[in-house]
C-alpha cells in the first residue's frame, strides 16, 4: 500500500512539475505583452517635453501625430495618418494638412485640425528638447502664430522658412513634439502657464494606439488599447512595462516566462541568452554610429593621403565580430541603413602595404606619433586599444588618453583633440540630418569640429537640402559620399544596432522594432 501510494505521490510530483515548467511559457497572457526595462530614465509622460528613446517610444504609443513612419521595406518614410493628405505649395515652403474626419480620442472626444493647430503651438511654448528641429526649419515660439494657421476644422497650414525637401519637413513632423493633445481634456489640469504639463506628466490625453492606465514610478507603467485609434484596435490589448533595473533579472524574467522581453540585456548575458531554445535574439539597426575622428588641422592629419593611410590601417570586421560580438552593422558612409539616401558601399578594409605607401606618398614613411582621445564609455576603451594596435602596423604611434565623456566633448567641440573615438545620435531618418553634421563645417558640428573645412562638401550637403526631386537629391548624396570616403576626417567604424532577447510566444517584434529609436510600433505585436 505504502509503495503504491509514494509511486502516486511520485507522478504527481512528476505532473506538478512539468505542469509548473508550462506554465513558466504562458505566465503572461495572450492579450499582454510585459517589458522588463530599467525605468529609471522615465521622466514625463509629456509629449511636449520627452525626449529619451524608450520613453518616447512608450508616448508615441499614447499619441498620434499628423505625420507618422512607417517601415518600406527596410527604410523609414513618413506616411499620413491623423492627416488624410498634404499639399505643397510651388515654392515648396507652405505645406497644407487636410485631416480625416471622424477622428476620436481615446476618451471619445472628437478629434480635428484646431487640435493639431493647439498642440503645436503648445509645444513651441514649453521647453521641448525635440522642438529645435522645428525651429531649424523657420518655426518659432514667436513666430508660430504666423506660421501654423488654422483654415477650418479640417485643414490647416504650415509655413517654413526655406524650400527645404519633402523628406525633411515630413520626417522632422514625426517627432514627439508634433503630437496631437486633446486640449478639452488638459484644459481644467492647467496651472498658470504650465499648458497642463505637470498633468500630462503622469496622465495621457491623446489619440494613440494605447491609454496610460497607470504609472506607478519604480514599477510598472500599464498601457491599455485604445478603442478609437484611427488604424484600429491593436491585438495586444493591454502593454506592461516592469522596472526592473538590473539586467541579470530581467533576464531571469523572460526565461521564466514571467516577461515577454527584456530591453536591457546585451553583451555576454545576450550571447548566453541566445542558446535557450524558448527565446530569440531580435536585431535591428540603430540610429546612431560609432567612428574615428581626425583634427584636419593638426599635422600629419592635415593630409587627406594621410588620413586614407589610417582608414586602410582598421580592420572594421574585427572590431564588430570580435569586439562587439556582431552586433554592429558595417556601415561606412555617414548616412544610417533605413534612411533616405543611404550608401551600400563600404570601400575600406584593412591594407597594410597601401596604407604604409598613402603614408611614403605623404612624407611619413616611418609614422608618427598621434594622441587617440576617447572616453570611459564602453566598448570604447577596446576599440581604442584595437585602433592603436591596427595603427602601430603602418607606424602610426597613437597614445591612447581615456577620460569622461564630459572631459572629451569639451576638449573636442573646442578643437583640441588630434584623434577621437566618439559617436554620433540621429534626430530624422534622412540623409541631410548626418550630411550637415559629417560633411558641412557650416553646421558647426562634427566636421567643424574637426576642422574639415571643405566647400564642396559643404555647398553640396546644402544644395541637396533644397533640391525636390527624390531621384537627383539620392544621386547628389552619392556624389557627397563618395567625395566624403576619399577625403573627409572619419574612419566609421560601424552603426550601432539595437538588441532584445524575446520570447517565442511574442510575434511580430521583428517588425515593431525595425526603426527602433525613430519608430517602435507596438500594433504589430500578437500572440
Keep these: 500500500m505504502n509503495r503504491r501510494f509514494t509511486k502516486f505521490f511520485a507522478i504527481l510530483c512528476l505532473?506538478?512539475?512539468?505542469?509548473?515548467?508550462?506554465?513558466?511559457?504562458?505566465?503572461?497572457?495572450?492579450?499582454?505583452?510585459?517589458?522588463?526595462?530599467?525605468?529609471?530614465?522615465?521622466?514625463?509622460?509629456?509629449?511636449?517635453?520627452?525626449?529619451?528613446?524608450?520613453?518616447?517610444?512608450?508616448?508615441?504609443?499614447?499619441?498620434?501625430?499628423?505625420?507618422?513612419?512607417?517601415?518600406?521595406?527596410?527604410?523609414?518614410?513618413?506616411?499620413?495618418?491623423?492627416?488624410e493628405k498634404w499639399e505643397i505649395s510651388e515654392d515648396a515652403m507652405t505645406y497644407t494638412f487636410t485631416m480625416r474626419k471622424g477622428l476620436k480620442f481615446a476618451n471619445g472626444d472628437p478629434l480635428n485640425a484646431n487640435d493639431a493647430v493647439w498642440s503645436i503651438k503648445r509645444s513651441m511654448k514649453l521647453t521641448s528638447s525635440s522642438k529645435w528641429l522645428i525651429e531649424s526649419v523657420?518655426?518659432?515660439?514667436?513666430?508660430?502664430?504666423?506660421?501654423?494657421?488654422?483654415?477650418?476644422?479640417?485643414?490647416f497650414t504650415m509655413k517654413f522658412d526655406k524650400p527645404y525637401a519633402s523628406n525633411i519637413i515630413l520626417g522632422i513632423l514625426t517627432n514627439q513634439f508634433a503630437s496631437v493633445v486633446n486640449r478639452k481634456q488638459v484644459e481644467p489640469h492647467m496651472s498658470g502657464d504650465d499648458l497642463g504639463q505637470?498633468?500630462?506628466?503622469?496622465?495621457?490625453?491623446?489619440?494613440?494606439?494605447y491609454v496610460l492606465q497607470k504609472w506607478e514610478r519604480n514599477n510598472q507603467i500599464v498601457l491599455v488599447a485604445n478603442p478609437y485609434y484611427v488604424e484600429g484596435q491593436p491585438k495586444i490589448r493591454r502593454i506592461v512595462v516592469r522596472d526592473v533595473p538590473e539586467a541579470a533579472n530581467q533576464r531571469l524574467?523572460?526565461?521564466?516566462?514571467?516577461?515577454?522581453?527584456?530591453?536591457?540585456?546585451?553583451?555576454?548575458?545576450?550571447?548566453?541568452?541566445?542558446?535557450?531554445?524558448?527565446?530569440?535574439?531580435?536585431?535591428?539597426?540603430?540610429?546612431?554610429?560609432?567612428?574615428?575622428?581626425?583634427?584636419a588641422s593638426w599635422g600629419p592629419l592635415k593630409d587627406p593621403k594621410v588620413r586614407l593611410a589610417v582608414k586602410y590601417s582598421i580592420n572594421y570586421d574585427e572590431i564588430i565580430d570580435i569586439l562587439l560580438d556582431g552586433n554592429a552593422l558595417k556601415v561606412q558612409g555617414f548616412v544610417s541603413k533605413?534612411?533616405?539616401?543611404?550608401?551600400?558601399?563600404?570601400?575600406?578594409?584593412?591594407?597594410?602595404?597601401?596604407?604604409?605607401?598613402?603614408?611614403?606618398?605623404?612624407?611619413?614613411?616611418?609614422?608618427?606619433?598621434?594622441e587617440l582621445m576617447t572616453s570611459t564609455a564602453n566598448p570604447r576603451p577596446a576599440q581604442a586599444e584595437k585602433i592603436q594596435?591596427?595603427?602601430?602596423?603602418?607606424?602610426?604611434?597613437?597614445?591612447?588618453?581615456?577620460?569622461?565623456?564630459?572631459?572629451?566633448?569639451?576638449k573636442y567641440r573646442e578643437r583640441g583633440q588630434q584623434m577621437v573615438i566618439a559617436g554620433w545620435g540621429n534626430d530624422y531618418p534622412d540623409a541631410d540630418n548626418l550630411a550637415h553634421a559629417h560633411a558641412n563645417y557650416k553646421?558647426?558640428?562634427?566636421?567643424?569640429?574637426?576642422?574639415?573645412?571643405?566647400?564642396?562638401?559643404?555647398n553640396l550637403t546644402i544644395e541637396a537640402q533644397f533640391e525636390k526631386d527624390p531621384v537627383r537629391r539620392e544621386?547628389?548624396?552619392?556624389?557627397?559620399?563618395?567625395?566624403?570616403?576619399?577625403?573627409?576626417?572619419?574612419?566609421?567604424?560601424?552603426?550601432?544596432?539595437?538588441?532584445?532577447?524575446?520570447?517565442?510566444?511574442?510575434?511580430?517584434f521583428e517588425q515593431a522594432a525595425i526603426g527602433y529609436g525613430m519608430l517602435f510600433d507596438f500594433t504589430k505585436l500578437y500572440k
Excluded at 553646421?443 to 559643404?458: C, K, S, T, V
Excluded at 557627397?480 to 576626417?489: A, E, R, S, V
Design 198 to 209: 505637470k498633468w500630462l506628466d503622469d496622465n495621457s490625453a491623446g489619440a494613440g494606439a
Design 338 to 370: 533605413g534612411y533616405f539616401g543611404y550608401v551600400a558601399d563600404n570601400p575600406f578594409y584593412q591594407d597594410i602595404p597601401k596604407a604604409k605607401k598613402l603614408l611614403a606618398e605623404a612624407g611619413y614613411p616611418n609614422g608618427f606619433e598621434v
Design 389 to 410: 594596435a591596427d595603427l602601430a602596423k603602418v607606424g602610426i604611434k597613437a597614445n591612447i588618453v581615456i577620460v569622461q565623456a564630459s572631459q572629451m566633448y569639451t
Design 138 to 155: 523657420g518655426i518659432t515660439e514667436d513666430n508660430v502664430d504666423q506660421t501654423v494657421k488654422l483654415i477650418d476644422d479640417y485643414t
Design 443 to 458: 553646421a558647426n558640428q562634427l566636421a567643424w569640429r574637426n576642422a574639415w573645412e571643405d566647400e564642396f562638401a559643404a
Design 253 to 295: 524574467m523572460v526565461e521564466k516566462g514571467d516577461a515577454d522581453v527584456a530591453w536591457n540585456v546585451t553583451g555576454t548575458m545576450l550571447k548566453e541568452m541566445a542558446a535557450n531554445k524558448e527565446l530569440r535574439i531580435v536585431r535591428v539597426p540603430g540610429h546612431g554610429n560609432e567612428y574615428l575622428a581626425m583634427n
Design 475 to 508: 544621386l547628389m548624396y552619392k556624389i557627397l559620399t563618395d567625395y566624403w570616403f576619399l577625403n573627409g576626417p572619419f574612419a566609421m567604424l560601424y552603426q550601432t544596432v539595437e538588441t532584445w532577447p524575446v520570447r517565442n510566444e511574442l510575434k511580430g
Design 15 to 83: 505532473g506538478l512539475l512539468l505542469f509548473s515548467f508550462g506554465f513558466a511559457k504562458t505566465n503572461v497572457p495572450n492579450d499582454t505583452v510585459v517589458i522588463a526595462a530599467d525605468t529609471g530614465i522615465f521622466i514625463t509622460m509629456d509629449p511636449g517635453m520627452v525626449y529619451e528613446v524608450l520613453p518616447g517610444k512608450i508616448v508615441d504609443a499614447l499619441y498620434a501625430k499628423i505625420v507618422e513612419l512607417e517601415a518600406h521595406g527596410d527604410t523609414l518614410v513618413p506616411v499620413p495618418r491623423l492627416a
